[in-house]
């Protein structure tokens, strides 16, 4: 692509618009590090634009008068927070300290399109915390909107600039690894005019209103194919189920949960009711019983009726009975849970072995 030189309009300075060259755009290896993931034409957002002026170093400039980042209008373009705060809402610190571990926590790699999240009766609830994204609980999956700024061709030019002095490197690589991957989970998410029009109706495409359904897949399908190795750990995994996520925190980060959204303790510990009541009826079920059997031996001792003899027989056996069916019963859920369990594991261990495979031939493409 041909270098542009520009005038701005903000300044009378001569500003220049900072070149990338997208030479290998098309090539079978992709520096996903070094140049935008698509196209000036394809952005959605517009209105940012990556400057240097002479004698002065590179920066972004918004053609609003705000010159704030776009969806932040409390982060000013031309100050130290943008980065951080980018990282404050894009970055998954602890998942991703989880990284390996999360394969205990049950992920689905492949991600459900939207309109398949409500074939399975899961309601879409939106979020602005990126740790919550696409966490399931029960009926409920967390989605965060797609930030306006993250569509802007300019801000990747800015985040991606090795010569941008202004960005610490470690920094940049963290930016760069979870933009990437958030926005790779929304490829997966909206591949279908069904599922566009319900990310429009749950608000997840808020800052592209008069964004088609064509244009947004030009842009979003620049992402289809990056590579595990180019994102942040956490973006590796797909869908994870909260309360497993939650388990093993409490074995991995030693926290007693990861997140919690119960309002107050009747909510929380309504959760364990069903095991504590089935634990309560067996035992019940079973001291019962007991006390049927050992009743029973003292009346047949103090009597020498033959018919309530018989009578008090028959109860003993059924309490006999009743001990045998509840331990049973008790021993049937309990293996019917090992092997569901074993089951998912397997299929778990599978699962791993397939992405890794696919991760280390991505590997051997990748320079």
Same mark, same amino acid.
């Given at each position: 692509?041909?270098?542009?030189?520009?005038?701005?309009?903000?300044?009378?300075?001569?500003?220049?618009v900072?070149p990338?060259?997208?030479?290998?755009?098309g090539?079978?290896?992709?520096?996903?590090?070094?140049?935008?993931?698509?196209? @000036?034409?394809?952005q959605?957002?517009?209105?940012l634009?990556?400057?240097?002026?002479?004698?002065?170093?590179?920066?972004?400039? !918004?053609?609003?008068?705000?010159?704030?980042?776009?969806?932040?209008?409390?982060?000013?373009?031309?100050?130290?927070?943008?980065?951080?705060?980018?990282?404050?809402?894009?970055?998954?610190?602890g +998942?991703?300290k989880?990284?390996?571990?999360?394969?205990?926590?049950g992920p689905?790699?492949?991600?459900?399109?939207?309109?398949?999240?409500?074939?399975?009766?899961?309601?879409i609830?939106?979020?602005? #915390?990126? !740790?919550?994204?696409?966490?399931?609980?029960?009926?409920m999956?967390?989605?965060?909107?797609?930030?306006?700024?993250?569509?802007?061709?300019a801000?990747?030019?800015?985040?991606?600039?090795?010569?941008?002095?202004?960005?610490?490197?470690?920094?940049?690589?963290? *930016?760069?690894?979870t933009?990437?991957?958030?926005?790779?989970?929304?490829?997966?998410?909206?591949?279908?005019? =069904?599922?566009?029009?319900i990310?429009?109706?749950?608000?997840?495409?808020?800052?592209?209103?008069?964004?088609?359904?064509e244009?947004?897949?030009?842009?979003?399908?620049?992402?289809?194919? *990056?590579?595990d190795?180019?994102?942040?750990? @956490?973006?590796?995994?797909?869908?994870?189920?909260?309360?497993?996520?939650?388990?093993?925190?409490?074995?991995?980060?030693?926290? !007693?949960?990861? #997140? @919690?959204f119960? =309002?107050?303790?009747?909510?929380?510990?309504?959760?364990?009711?069903?095991?504590?009541?089935?634990?309560?009826?067996?035992?019940?079920? +079973?001291?019962?019983?007991?006390?049927?059997?050992?009743?029973? @031996?003292?009346?047949?001792?103090?009597?020498?009726?033959?018919? *309530?003899?018989?009578?008090?027989?028959?109860?003993?056996?059924?309490?006999?009975?009743?001990?045998?069916w509840?331990?049973?019963?008790?021993?049937?859920?309990?293996?019917?849970?090992?092997?569901? !369990?074993?089951?998912?594991?397997?299929?778990?261990?599978?699962? +791993?072995?397939?992405?890794?495979?696919?991760?280390?031939?991505?590997?051997?493409?990748?320079?």
């Amino acid at each position: 692509m041909a270098e542009e030189s520009p005038v701005s309009p903000v300044s009378s300075a001569t500003t220049c618009v900072a070149p990338f060259s997208r030479s290998n755009t098309g090539a079978t290896i992709r520096q996903w590090d070094a140049i935008p993931p698509f196209e @000036r034409s394809d952005q959605l957002c517009k209105d940012l634009e990556y400057t240097h002026e002479p004698e002065k170093p590179t920066h972004l400039r !918004s053609h609003r008068p705000d010159q704030a980042l776009p969806d932040a209008p409390r982060i000013p373009l031309d100050s130290c927070r943008v980065v951080p705060y980018c990282l404050e809402d894009l970055d998954t610190p602890g +998942m991703n300290k989880l990284d390996e571990k999360l394969w205990w926590a049950g992920p689905a790699p492949y991600i459900k399109t939207l309109s398949q999240q409500l074939t399975y009766d899961r309601k879409i609830v939106v979020t602005e #915390n990126p !740790s919550l994204h696409l966490l399931w609980s029960d009926n409920m999956i967390y989605i965060k909107p797609i930030p306006a700024y993250l569509c802007s061709f300019a801000f990747w030019e800015y985040i991606l600039d090795p010569s941008n002095d202004g960005i610490n490197p470690e920094e940049r690589e963290r *930016v760069r690894a979870t933009s990437l991957g958030f926005l790779r989970t929304y490829a997966s998410l909206i591949q279908r005019r =069904s599922d566009f029009s319900i990310a429009r109706r749950y608000d997840l495409l808020c800052s592209f209103g008069h964004t088609s359904f064509e244009a947004f897949v030009k842009f979003i399908m620049s992402f289809d194919s *990056v590579p595990d190795k180019a994102i942040s750990p @956490r973006w590796r995994f797909g869908e994870i189920q909260l309360d497993a996520l939650n388990l093993h925190s409490l074995v991995h980060l030693r926290r !007693s949960h990861f #997140n @919690r959204f119960e =309002s107050n303790y009747a909510l929380y510990f309504s959760r364990f009711y069903p095991a504590i009541l089935f634990l309560f009826a067996v035992f019940s079920v +079973m001291l019962s019983a007991m006390q049927v059997i050992v009743g029973g @031996r003292q009346l047949k001792e103090e009597t020498d009726n033959p018919g *309530v003899k018989r009578t008090v027989g028959l109860f003993e056996w059924f309490s006999c009975e009743a001990i045998g069916w509840s331990l049973a019963f008790g021993a049937v859920l309990f293996i019917w849970w090992i092997c569901i !369990s074993s089951a998912e594991a397997f299929r778990r261990r599978g699962i +791993m072995k397939r992405v890794k495979k696919k991760q280390r031939e991505e590997g051997a493409l990748q320079p």
